[in-house]
Nanobody
Framework: QVQLAESGGGLVQVGDSLRLSCVAS????????MGWFRQAPGKEREFVAA????????YYLDSIKGRFTISRDNAENTMYLQMNSLKFEETAVYYC?????????????????WGQGTQVTVSS
């Protein structure tokens, strides 16, 4: 089993930055990937970014390319999401997810483990 714990959310203004962290515990990642999803009020949860645990290949939602950066620290079993130039509409609960498989990275059903989420609120 894997437990995921997000942190780093908060209240910021439009254009500000935040860095989210997700610590994985319970089982060491030797394959697969981790990802970030978000769910805005009244909307479906959507894919944001993902990273392969072994080769660090990254995948991004088109609308965040150039502003968000996903990374991981294997030694600390931690994944990060650096979010710059945040927009009002990016207010959401951000979830960390993980899988040991290499299925489609943008689908929720690919991921077997989920964190509780961290709230990011961007004020205008």
């Amino acid at each position: 089993q894997v437990q995921l714990a997000e942190s780093g959310g908060g209240l910021v203004q439009v254009g500000d930055s935040l860095r989210l962290s997700c610590v994985a515990s319970g089982r060491t990642f030797i394959s697969g990937r981790m990802g970030w999803f978000r769910q805005a009020p009244g909307k479906e949860r959507e894919f944001v970014a993902a990273i392969n645990w072994v080769d660090a290949k990254t995948y991004y939602l088109d609308s965040i390319k150039g502003r968000f950066t996903i990374s991981r620290d294997n030694a600390e079993n931690t994944m990060y999401l650096q979010m710059n130039s945040l927009k009002f509409e990016e207010t959401a609960v951000y979830y960390c997810a993980a899988t040991f498989k290499y299925s489609v990275y943008s689908l929720e059903r690919t991921y077997d483990y989920w964190g509780q989420g961290t709230q990011v609120t961007v004020s205008s």
